[in-house]
């Protein structure tokens, strides 16, 4: 059978945006304006109800310094990690 | 009523607009100004319809150029306004921002986009407005933009040749604060292009038109159904060749029929916008 990718919410990328954020000290408005997205996007992304495109989350990774694979996973991340 | 009485009557909600409304809400913001002059144009028609719907007279707008009553009230309205309009935007020195937003408006990106991108990054960074889009205003504003347009619809659709049918105007001017207040909830992203929005919006707003098109053409079933069978039914009917049907609307009917599938084309991607946001509660 073929399964067909959705980028829904069934199928969230889950990420620690908000975690490496807060770390960093910046604020959702700071780090959307980096990105070049509005900053309730990074509320939608931090609360994975959208995922991002491939471009995207590399552009999130390079400036939260982080590898995209660090940062981005199909599986949920343990706490405290 | 009487050449005078509309033109006093003009006169005075100019003076009202000019001399308070459009100094205390409109200020020095051209597109403010514009939407109130438009709301408060349209509000004096409003008024003007009841006492002269159902009136046969002519009104001499120019020697031997008679017109209906609403000929008279816009070409008065509009050429009163002129030179009030021209001291407001000289002394507040606002034609070179009246001059961009002519600009703006006739731009090819307004028309094939609904909103320009200049609107739409205003509208993003937006606060004022924020009070129209707490979850449960827009959930409210979805039902009552909905529950106006079947009313009124319906209303309408059975009122006769009286001065009730005067509403039909008031319907449009309810239809328009409802578009108005629909799209700035969503702060235009329905109506805005690619370029003025980020990936997650743009995936918003292409899932919003997909529903979008998908309601307006089960709209559009309904009505086009319902005419069939009215066709159909017709063909049984005492008279009936089978082949020929003419049909008769009234004003009122025409203006019902016009404004729900306008209204609906214009409002559907915002309300349905609206109305996703509000469930997501956030």
Sequence with gaps: MLSVMSRNREEPVFNRIEEVRTAMGLSRQELADKVGVHYQTIGYLEREEYSPSLVLALRISEILKQEASELFSLTPFKKGR | MSELQILGA????????????YPRFGGDDVKRIGWLDL???????????PF??????EFTLLPNWDVPWW????????????PLFAIYF??????????DGVKEGFSSETWTTGASTK??????????????????????????????MLFATIFLAQVGDNVWASLSILHMAVLFIFWFLLRTSVRLISEAGDEALDE??????????????????????????GFMIYVVTRDSSPGSDGFNYQFSLTWPQAQALFWFIWGYAFMLPSMLMAWKESRNSR
């Design chain 2, 52 to 57: 002269n719907w159902s009136s046969e007279d």
């Design chain 2, 200 to 225: 997650r919006m743009i995936t918003e707003r292409n899932q919003t038109y997909f529903k979008a098109y998908r309601t307006f053409t089960m709209i559009a079933a309904g009505l086009l159904t």
């Design chain 2, 10 to 21: 003009n006169a005075a909600v100019l003076a009202l607009a000019y001399f308070f409304v």
């Design chain 2, 119 to 148: 609107a739409v990054r205003k509208q993003l960074v937006d606060t004022k407005w924020d009070w129209i889009r707490k979850p449960r205003f827009m959930r409210n504003l979805v039902i009552a933009a909905n529950l106006w």
């Design chain 2, 39 to 49: 709301t408060i144009g349209l509000t004096t028609l409003g008024i003007l319809a």
């Design chain 2, 90 to 99: 000289t002394r507040r020195g606002l034609w070179a921002s009246y001059m």
């Design chain 2, 71 to 82: 000929i008279f009230a816009i070409v008065t309205y509009a050429v009163l306004e002129i």
